[in-house]
């Protein structure tokens, strides 16, 4: 599992350039992207085969059957990164379980996620990673809650991709409306490039002041958002929905029904006021 530079030719290892010469062949998933990498190295005349996300997994079992009966040495690469993170390297990870013939070794390298990590000034000595942000913005509101609601870490880290990234500073900014919080924020948009950029601050109106500027978005980003300790540990009040749907269950209007105007006046996921009309009605 060899990692391959995010964005800066130079951050590539000697060892990752000796194990792409020495591979039998190389697994990527766009062989466009890795020739273009290979070229530059001046390493030519190598075997490339597509695994990317869209591999079925028989296909993949039959690939793998078959360094096994070959006794193969195989270069597993992702398009920028380190193979298995938030890309389809995950998978065939998973799949070589099945083969405990095959040995697997990391070539460790450029991430998007270290990068972060080593610029953002987290707290403490944990971290949430996620992957890619959540589409779905109701989705993403009922992950923000129960990571918030969890304590699992007060540094959460996201991947985003250019054309969505203005849509999650405002489903961001009414998260924080919504659970009355005001994070830290670090946005890196193509780190380790000629046009990186870091962006910092905090709450609601540094998110407003993003989706207002005239921002060029183009290029892969990651962001964290950063609490204290003592935000994540303190005892919540109810939020300020509750009351609104509280009331409107005792008016007899039912809990679907209930839920799905809290959701649309307060900003916040469906399922979340939808558990909590289910629990109020218990009650």
Same mark, same amino acid.
């Given at each position: 599992?060899?990692?391959?530079?995010?964005?800066?030719? &130079?951050?590539?290892s000697a060892?990752?350039?000796?194990?792409l010469?020495? *591979?039998?062949?190389?697994?990527?998933?766009?062989?466009?992207?890795?020739?273009?990498?290979?070229?530059? #190295?001046g390493?030519?005349?190598?075997?490339l085969?597509?695994?990317?996300?869209?591999?079925?997994?028989?296909?993949l079992?039959?690939?793998?059957?078959?360094?096994?009966?070959?006794?193969?040495? *195989?270069?597993?690469?992702?398009?920028?990164?380190?193979?298995?993170?938030s890309?389809?390297?995950?998978?065939?990870?998973?799949?070589? %379980?099945?083969?405990?013939?095959i040995q697997?070794?990391?070539v460790?390298?450029?991430?998007a996620? &270290?990068?972060? *990590?080593?610029?953002?000034?987290?707290?403490g000595s944990?971290?949430?990673?996620?992957?890619?942000?959540?589409?779905?913005?109701s989705?993403?509101?009922?992950?923000?809650?129960?990571?918030k609601?969890? *304590?699992?870490?007060?540094?959460?880290?996201?991947?985003?991709?250019p054309?969505?990234?203005?849509?999650a500073? %405002?489903v961001?900014?009414?998260?924080?409306?919504?659970?009355?919080?005001?994070?830290?924020?670090?946005?890196?948009?193509?780190?380790?490039?000629?046009?990186?950029?870091?962006?910092?601050g905090?709450?609601?109106?540094?998110?407003?002041?993003l989706?207002?500027?005239? #921002?060029?978005?183009?290029?892969?980003?990651?962001?964290?958002?950063?609490?204290?300790?003592?935000s994540?540990?303190?005892?919540?009040?109810a939020?300020?929905?509750?009351?609104?749907?509280?009331?409107?269950?005792?008016?007899?209007?039912?809990?679907?029904?209930a839920? #799905?105007?809290?959701?649309?006046?307060?900003?916040?996921?469906?399922?979340?006021?939808?558990?909590r009309?289910?629990?109020?009605?218990?009650?």
């Open positions: 599992m060899i990692a391959t530079p995010i964005g800066n030719l &130079s951050d590539l060892r990752a350039i000796e194990s010469r020495a *591979v039998d062949e190389i697994w990527c998933e766009d062989t466009r992207h890795t020739q273009a990498l290979l070229s530059a #190295l390493i030519k005349g190598k075997l085969r597509r695994v990317d996300q869209h591999i079925a997994s028989d296909e079992g039959a690939l793998l059957e078959g360094v096994r009966a070959r006794s193969l040495w *195989v270069g597993v690469v992702t398009d920028a990164g380190t193979p298995g993170l890309d389809p390297g995950a998978r065939l990870m998973e799949q070589l %379980g099945k083969f405990p013939e697997s070794e990391p460790p390298g450029p991430s996620l &270290s990068a972060l *990590v080593s610029i953002g000034g987290f707290s944990s971290l949430y990673f996620h992957g890619f942000f959540p589409r779905e913005r989705e993403a509101l009922e992950l923000l809650t129960s990571l609601d969890s *304590v699992i870490s007060p540094n959460w880290v996201f991947f985003e991709s054309h969505r990234i203005r849509d500073w %405002g961001l900014a009414e998260w924080c409306r919504a659970a009355g919080e005001e994070p830290g924020f670090v946005f890196a948009k193509e780190l380790t490039k000629v046009h990186e950029r870091v962006l910092r905090r709450g609601v109106d540094f998110l407003k002041g989706q207002e500027q005239e #921002l060029d978005e183009r290029g892969e980003w990651a962001f964290a958002l950063l609490f204290s300790k003592e994540l540990n303190k005892k919540q009040p939020p300020e929905w509750e009351p609104a749907l509280e009331c409107l269950l005792q008016a007899g209007i039912s809990p679907k029904s839920s #799905l105007i809290v959701m649309e006046r307060f900003s916040i996921a469906k399922n979340l006021a939808y558990k009309a289910l629990e109020l009605q218990k009650k």
